[in-house]
């Protein structure tokens, strides 16, 4: 029996258990050694199945005593439901919202639920500090040189070593180094699109990218969108002929923390790729997955370049550094000019440090650390919404990523229960934010990047206790 089939089949068993009530929340399990034991597999055969429970949210570890079934198994929280925008563009944009929201970005004493990036205490903070003065010192003149267009070499070789993950299998010569995330999704849409052009993005949708979008001129289309899986395929099929280019998040995308599965991935690829039509991929979340692997991207599925692979640390080790990458397939010679003009070189000191902290494996280390971390906080947001929240609040079921999707009944809007929370020091990201059509007024996105305490725990309270008055 190949490896491969035991840890599933372990897996399978003890969920099975779990789901049919005879291993009952707070039960604890057996060891990893008496797993070994009990099924004559090897340590990380069983340390597989127990990741693997992990991120289906069945199980819960404590430090120094074992793996228990996870609390969240009392508690019966429903999807939310699939979007259902309207499928003729719309340019309905909520900037005024966006920018009230945003503007108290760095103001002190707020609780910050609304800022979908993880929070500096979850950050190696001085181990990379010590690689900045680092790279000052190794680089020739300090790094007050331009780096190459194409970008810092060492980063490039790092990133497409990281590909080998999940099925990129990308060199050195395949990336461009960009200043973030954005930066990199900005020179795709201005290499593909023009005004006028018709843009196919999920429904809801990430804030940016929506007003990237708009200020390009690009007419946006939303699709209807499934919580757990993304969105749905013969919705993207129906609207071909309308649409010129596509821009998807399909691991863990913000703010519903949707994962799209593998054979939905490649069919997306194989639809756009026999109509002509160009996908960017934003992927600044892959890397933080709570199960046992790290799921494939729809590049692990491209075969003829027309996948603009996007990704950066934006999201798990630096937002502030800036330091993003494009995998822009046949698109490359547009993406290079197009870095010419707008920014030449990107930071090289900062570049040459990340590099070395991904050649050091540190990050490989922080990531795990992080990704458990944000597991249990979506375990403990769950849990506080559950207990104090208005009845009949629905949840998204992220498995991974940084976002938590909140539905509430249809009295209750999002925008007002955001001025009543910043009253109180507290900011929360009202579904209105994530589209373009008049749309997830009773939504709300929470950010699950913060450290978990008492006073988080007790800021989230309070919403739904808001909540209940609204």
Not at 27 to 36: A, E, I, K, T
Not at 123 to 134: M, T
Not at 147 to 157: A, C, P, T, V
């Amino acid at each position: 029996m190949s490896k491969e089939f035991i840890y599933t089949e372990i897996a399978e068993g003890i969920a099975s258990q779990i789901r049919n009530g005879v291993l009952k929340a707070g039960d604890r399990l057996p060891s990893v050694r008496m797993m070994c034991q009990e099924h004559q597999v090897s340590m990380n055969t069983a340390k597989r199945v127990f990741l693997e429970l992990e991120s289906q949210s069945l199980i819960e570890s404590k430090p120094q005593s074992g793996y228990f079934v996870s609390r969240l198994m009392s508690v019966k929280l429903p999807l939310p439901e699939v979007s259902r925008p309207s499928l003729i563009a719309n340019n309905d944009e909520p900037d005024e919202l966006i920018s009230k929201v945003y503007e108290n970005m760095g103001k002190k004493g707020l609780k910050f639920f609304s800022i979908g990036i993880p929070s500096g205490d979850l950050l190696p903070q001085a181990k990379l500090k010590k690689e900045i003065i680092n790279a000052t010192r190794e680089l020739k003149d300090g790094g007050t040189e331009y780096e190459e267009l194409q970008g810092n070499l060492k980063l490039r070789r790092m990133i497409a070593v990281r590909s080998l993950q999940w099925g990129g299998n990308l060199s050195e010569n395949d990336l461009v180094t960009t200043n973030g995330g954005m930066n990199a999704l900005s020179f795709c849409l201005m290499a593909l699109g023009k005004p006028g052009d018709t843009i196919a993005i999920e429904s809801p949708c990430y804030p940016g990218i929506l007003q990237l979008a708009h200020g390009l001129g690009l007419n946006v289309l939303e699709l209807p969108t499934h919580p757990t899986t993304g969105i749905e395929i013969e919705a993207l099929r129906k609207v071909i002929p309308q649409i010129d280019l596509c821009l998807l998040i399909p691991n863990f995308n913000s703010p519903l923390g949707s994962c799209m599965p593998d054979e939905n991935k490649k069919e997306i690829v194989r639809i756009l790729s026999e109509n002509g039509i160009p996908l960017i991929e934003d992927d600044v979340y892959g890397d933080l997955y709570f199960g046992a692997s790290r799921p494939k991207c729809c590049k692990s599925f491209d075969r003829d370049g027309n996948v603009l692979y996007c990704s950066s640390i934006s999201k798990t080790l630096a937002p502030g550094y800036r330091v993003g990458w494009i995998a822009p397939g046949r698109y490359k010679d547009k993406i290079m000019k197009l870095k010419l003009l707008h920014s030449t070189s990107s930071i090289s000191i900062v570049n040459e440090a990340v590099a070395n902290f991904l050649k050091s494996g540190r990050y490989e280390k922080h990531l795990h650390q992080m990704r458990k971390a944000l597991q249990n906080n979506y375990q403990n947001y769950v849990q506080t919404i559950a207990d104090y929240f208005p009845e009949g609040t629905k949840t998204s079921r992220p498995q991974g990523g940084l976002s938590l999707w909140v539905e509430f009944d249809k009295n209750i809007r999002t925008t007002e229960l955001y001025d009543l929370a910043i009253k109180q020091n507290i900011s929360i990201a009202p579904g209105r934010m994530f589209t373009l059509q008049d749309q997830f007024e009773n939504c709300m996105r929470l950010c699950i990047g913060l450290p978990w305490t008492e006073e988080t725990r007790l800021c989230l309270q309070q919403v739904g206790t808001l909540a209940k008055r609204i």
